[in-house]
């Protein structure tokens, strides 16, 4: 539970830091300021040696020469970030300091990418496979995961989900008992504004193709706390979420809501919502972490109807 509740804090944590050598670095590579970036980690590091903050600083200078379509310099940052995260696990778990998982994940997120974009996607497949087996018991299973399922998932078998404990009154089916049925799953968190907006499409969506087969399921699970963050029991929390199911999500028709940690690790989802559409003989057609809108939904489903 405390890996879960800090891969959903890591981002908040990093916000509420005080000024830092990773706000410094993070603002210069959002300016393309990749030199000064550069200059300003290696200052830090001859002064002071690695630290989770300096970890945090160069795995922003990473992501801003992915986005920058830098792919060689991506990496080479990317496993920098790596090695000295690994010197730093030496002395310290993985997620008793917050800015290490944040600092590894986007590292590997990193190199992966672009592995991908310099077409050796085999070897990003490798290496994420090989990253989500060593980091398994962390937070950061979730997020290489996803990584993991945007390069593979579509066009294999949906991955079984656990629906021993859900929320509402009907027990959800086994993936496997709606073959015959293209089936959307909605994954959604409590505290996440983005699926209260997702709603409406899904919604219309189930409204509008629900009679010609469509299942929508909702997974979700417990995340350590309520409203305001909270700290709660698993049992409050439950019902906590329960609250929000019936205020927000009983409109989406049939729904069933399946409450498990383990189905939003399976599938990556360390985004809300995550959206999968899996056709009629129980293969993943689309994996799409984010929001859509309705209309790019409907044109997604109709082929598998």
């Given at each position: 539970?405390?890996?879960?509740?800090?891969?959903?804090?890591?981002?908040?944590?990093?916000?509420?830091?005080?000024?830092?050598?990773?706000?410094?670095?993070?603002?210069?590579?959002?300016?393309?300021?990749?030199?000064?970036?550069?200059?300003?980690?290696?200052?830090?590091?001859?002064?002071?040696?690695?630290?989770?903050?300096?970890?945090?600083?160069?795995?922003?200078?990473?992501?801003?020469?992915?986005?920058?379509?830098?792919?060689?310099?991506?990496?080479?940052?990317?496993?920098?970030?790596?090695?000295?995260?690994?010197?730093?696990?030496?002395?310290?778990?993985?997620?008793?300091?917050?800015?290490?998982?944040?600092?590894?994940?986007?590292?590997?997120?990193?190199?992966?990418?672009?592995m991908t974009a310099r077409g050796e996607r085999d070897q990003a497949v490798r290496l994420l496979q090989a990253e989500v087996t060593r980091y398994r018991d962390t937070s950061i299973r979730t997020r290489l995961?996803?990584?993991?399922?945007?390069?593979?998932?579509?066009?294999k078998p949906a991955p079984a989900l656990d629906g021993s404990h859900f929320l509402g009154p009907r027990k959800p089916l086994a993936l496997a008992a709606l073959r015959g049925h293209p089936v959307l799953l909605?994954?959604?968190?409590?505290?996440?504004?983005?699926?209260?907006?997702?709603?409406?499409?899904?919604?219309?969506?189930?409204?509008?193709?629900?009679?010609?087969?469509?299942?929508?399921?909702?997974?979700?699970?417990?995340?350590?706390?309520?409203?305001?963050?909270?700290?709660?029991?698993?049992?409050?929390?439950?019902?906590?979420?329960?609250?929000?199911?019936?205020?927000?999500?009983?409109?989406?028709?049939?729904?069933?809501?399946?409450?498990?940690?383990?189905?939003?690790?399976?599938?990556?989802?360390?985004?809300?919502?995550?959206?999968?559409?899996?056709?009629?003989?129980?293969?993943?057609?689309?994996?799409?972490?984010?929001?859509?809108?309705?209309?790019?939904?409907?044109?997604?489903?109709?082929?598998?109807?």
């Amino acid at each position: 539970m405390r890996a879960i509740r800090a891969t959903v804090g890591l981002i908040l944590f990093s916000a509420a830091l005080p000024a830092s050598v990773a706000d410094e670095v993070r603002a210069l590579a959002a300016q393309q300021q990749f030199q000064a970036a550069e200059s300003r980690v290696d200052r830090e590091f001859k002064a002071h040696g690695t630290s989770p903050d300096l970890v945090l600083a160069e795995s922003w200078l990473a992501r801003g020469y992915l986005a920058s379509r830098r792919y060689e310099d991506a990496s080479r940052m990317a496993q920098r970030t790596d090695n000295e995260c690994r010197a730093q696990l030496k002395t310290r778990a993985m997620d008793a300091e917050p800015r290490l998982p944040l600092a590894l994940g986007a590292a590997l997120e990193a190199a992966a990418q672009a592995m991908t974009a310099r077409g050796e996607r085999d070897q990003a497949v490798r290496l994420l496979q090989a990253e989500v087996t060593r980091y398994r018991d962390t937070s950061i299973r979730t997020r290489l995961q996803k990584n993991l399922n945007l390069l593979t998932l579509e066009g294999k078998p949906a991955p079984a989900l656990d629906g021993s404990h859900f929320l509402g009154p009907r027990k959800p089916l086994a993936l496997a008992a709606l073959r015959g049925h293209p089936v959307l799953l909605f994954f959604w968190a409590h505290w996440c504004s983005d699926c209260k907006s997702e709603i409406a499409s899904v919604a219309k969506l189930a409204a509008v193709y629900g009679p010609r087969g469509l299942v929508v399921v909702g997974p979700t699970q417990h995340y350590g706390y309520v409203a305001g963050g909270m700290d709660a029991p698993e049992a409050e929390e439950t019902q906590y979420i329960e609250r929000v199911r019936q205020r927000y999500y009983a409109g989406i028709g049939g729904m069933t809501v399946p409450l498990s940690e383990e189905n939003l690790r399976v599938y990556g989802v360390s985004t809300t919502p995550t959206l999968v559409l899996i056709d009629k003989l129980g293969v993943v057609r689309l994996y799409h972490p984010g929001v859509l809108s309705y209309e790019d939904l409907a044109a997604r489903l109709q082929p598998l109807l």
